[in-house]
């Protein structure tokens, strides 16, 4: 064994599965130079065991276990129209390939191009299970389950029409009232996509009338005026002026329509 | 939390293999996927932040591989280390969240790095190491000074413990190589360490 073949077992013995070997040894015993090298990066190697371990917060287990939660459930419960129809060999064959283009040796801050299909398409399948897991945990029957949904919404792409469908009928039909306000606020990133916005504009406007308790339907109100969607003036005007509604949700349509002008 | 433990227990915890729990997760029995959370979270978190020094991109990097595993875990081989796949997805999300969050986080990344070299040194720790001839708190700078490149594979060798075909399969490259490159990123790091501990001096 000579000085180059020596360096690059300096390090073999501390390793798990490794070993040095009698060569090695015997070319330490001959070579001054190895042997003092040697045992200077082997206690520079050591002493990185001494470094404080930094340990993740108790929040990285409880997502983890929200999504898995979450993911079972949806593969029971939760259709996907267009995905499902595609035959389950393309997927596997698509995801062989997006993996296959981890295997290429991308590193850490190497810039690569933008446009290789293969990346494109793994952003594209994790989306769509973050899709998974926010449509399947707002059909639950537990009210925290569905609010957890509403909050992994915020985690999909903002030009969604499901997703935004979903939170829609939730707004709409959920039976709990804190459920319905954080969909109402959910709803807000839509409101900003250019794919959804008129959508998501009109779906607000049409929630109004079919709210009867007045914090949801204040927050329907401030919503609205936020997004000076004069579209909703008529409704707005209807309220003010209806004496079965709660006399501080027709001050706020009032102030509304005062902030729309 | 009582979720967390209907789907694990001690037993599955510590007998068996993650190449076979995982072939288990691919096959449908996608709550397994438990057991090698349970078993690799903490080191993925650990490689992540030596790599971007940001505990809360590190916690939601551990978060998307997770992720990852789940959506293609069909396509996992178990013929294939495990660790390996585990890594080869971790470079592959750190890749991507480096690319979201654009230049603006290097300017966030060297400032948190220069603040956690400053805890580092305000704690007690160095003491120990001071017999021993190291100064802790300069070993930490030197190691994020190190080239990302160099650094990796310091942190895939020696806090990972990884065997070095595995690093091979998560680098793509031959054995024989991640052994000089090992040797290459330590004697890097060596050579850092005595210019910071030059710099101090002076
Ligand atoms: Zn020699």
């Known amino acids: 064994m000579n000085c180059e073949q020596a360096k690059t077992q300096m390090l073999g013995g501390t390793i798990p599965g490794e070993n040095q070997g009698e060569e090695f040894a015997a070319h330490l015993a001959s070579c001054e130079t190895c042997r003092t090298e040697s045992s200077r990066i082997g206690a520079l190697w050591q002493s990185l065991d001494l470094l404080p371990v930094e340990e993740p917060s108790g929040k990285v287990r409880e997502r983890f276990y929200e999504m898995l939660g979450a993911y079972r459930q949806g593969q029971a419960s939760v259709t996907m129209p267009v995905k499902q129809a595609w035959p389950r060999m393309i997927w596997q064959v698509a995801a062989a390939a997006a993996l296959l283009a981890v295997g290429l040796g991308i590193g850490y801050g190497v810039r690569e191009d933008r446009s290789r299909p293969e990346l494109v398409q793994l952003r594209e399948e994790v989306a769509s299970m973050r899709q998974l897991v926010a449509l399947s945990l707002m059909q639950q029957q537990s009210a925290s389950d569905r609010l957890r949904g509403v909050s992994w919404s915020y985690q999909v792409e903002p030009s969604d029409e499901e997703v935004m469908n979903q939170l829609v009928t939730t707004v709409n039909h959920d039976p709990n009232v804190n459920v319905r306000l954080a969909a109402v606020d959910a709803l807000r990133p839509f409101t900003g996509s250019p794919a959804t916005h008129l959508m998501a504009r009109n779906a607000v406007i049409q929630a109004l009338p079919k709210q009867t308790t007045p914090i949801v339907q204040v927050a329907l109100i401030d919503f609205l005026a936020e997004l000076k969607e004069r579209n909703a003036a008529p409704e707005l005007r209807r309220m003010v002026s209806d004496p079965d509604i709660d006399s501080g949700v027709r001050k706020r349509a009032e102030w509304a329509l005062e902030r729309m002008q | ?202």
């Not at chain 2, 990884?162 to 998560?170: F, L, R």
């Open chain 2, 1 to 202: 939390m009582s979720r967390v433990f209907s789907y694990v227990t001690v037993s599955t915890l510590v007998n068996t293999r993650d190449n076979v729990v995982m072939a288990e997760v691919g096959a449908g029995q996608v709550a397994r996927l438990a057991v090698l959370f349970e078993r690799h979270h903490r080191a993925l978190f650990r490689y992540f932040v030596s790599m971007n020094g940001n505990r809360e991109v590190a916690e939601d990097l551990v978060q998307e591989v997770f992720f990852r595993m789940l959506r293609y875990r069909t396509s996992y081989d178990p013929a294939q280390s495990f660790t390996a796949w585990m890594y080869q997805i971790a470079r592959n999300a750190g890749v991507d969240q480096v690319r979201k969050r654009g230049s603006a986080q290097v300017v966030d990344i060297d400032s948190f790095v220069d603040r956690r070299a400053e805890l580092v040194s305000a704690s007690p720790g160095p003491e120990e190491s001071v017999s021993r001839g190291q100064d802790l708190a300069l070993l930490r700078r030197a190691m994020d000074r190190l080239p990302e490149d160099k650094r990796e594979i310091l942190v895939l060798s020696r806090f990972q413990g990884m065997k070095h075909e595995d690093i091979a399969e998560v680098l793509g490259c031959e054995v024989g190589t991640v052994k000089v490159r090992v040797y290459r990123a330590i004697r890097a790091l060596e050579q850092i360490y005595f210019a910071l501990e030059k710099e101090k001096a002076s």
